[in-house]
Every structure is written in structure tokens, then in C-alpha cells.
């Protein structure tokens, strides 16, 4: 019913900069939070970062705080991720996914729709 498709992933320096792009088609709900998480090899599948329909509400990880900007655009059915000051440790594929009737949206495990993921990889 709800496909998510992510895409901007790539190969950057440490120090460099990525913009992830999420783009929902098929059904659509309103009031759906929005965000972002990652898996790194050898770790768990980690929160990065949500936002809420209206944008006023935006949640991230302590480890990308400052760093990180999450936005929405809801006439294209698309939600970015900015990722500025990039670390090697910030190296992971990143998955895009969706709750539905929700402004909050932190555990992967809320999640009514996701994403195959994109490949980000930080060397140093």
C-alpha cells in the first residue's frame, strides 16, 4: 500500500556532506511521522532521526545532534536528511520509515512502513 524508496547515499570524506531523500508513493495518511535509521555492520539498527506531518516536531540521536537536519516536504510526499560534518562512524546503510496517525516516531519497532535502504560510507 505505502512504498518508501531512499536514495543520496554514497562515498564522502570524513568532514563531508550528504542529503538523503525518502519519496512515499501509494496510499497516503495524514498525521504520519517520518524519519530515519541506520545499521552499521556488527551493530544494531540505531534511531537517527523523525519528524512530525506539520514539521514542528523533530527528534534525533544524540550522536548526530548538530549535525544532522531532518526535513519534510509533504506536497512531494518526501522527507530529507542533511548530514553535515560526516564521521566514520556515521558509515551504515540508512533506512527510511514511516508511522502512520503519529507525530513521534523514535523506535524502529513503531514503524507501520519502511524502506530497502541506502548504502553512506564515511572514510577517513
Known amino acids: 500500500q505505502v512504498q518508501l524508496v531512499e536514495s543520496g547515499g554514497g562515498l564522502v570524506q570524513a568532514g563531508g556532506s550528504l542529503r538523503l531523500s525518502c519519496a512515499a508513493s501509494g496510499r497516503t495518511f495524514s498525521s504520519t511521522a517520518m524519519g530515519w535509521f541506520r545499521q552499521a555492520p556488527g551493530k544494531e539498527r540505531e534511531f537517527v532521526a523523525s519528524i512530525s506531518w506539520s514539521g514542528g516536531s523533530t527528534y534525533y540521536a544524540d550522536s548526530v545532534k548538530g549535525r544532522f537536519t531532518i526535513s519534510r516536504d509533504n506536497a512531494k510526499n518526501t522527507v530529507y536528511l542533511q548530514m553535515n560534518s560526516l564521521k566514520p562512524e556515521d558509515t551504515a546503510v540508512y533506512y527510511c520509515?514511516?508511522?502512520?496517525?503519529?507525530?513521534?516516531?523514535?523506535?524502529?519497532?513503531?514503524?507501520?512502513?519502511w524502506g530497502q535502504g541506502t548504502q553512506v560510507t564515511v572514510s577517513s
Open positions: 520509515a514511516v508511522r502512520i496517525r503519529s507525530t513521534k516516531l523514535t523506535l524502529w519497532y513503531e514503524s507501520d512502513y
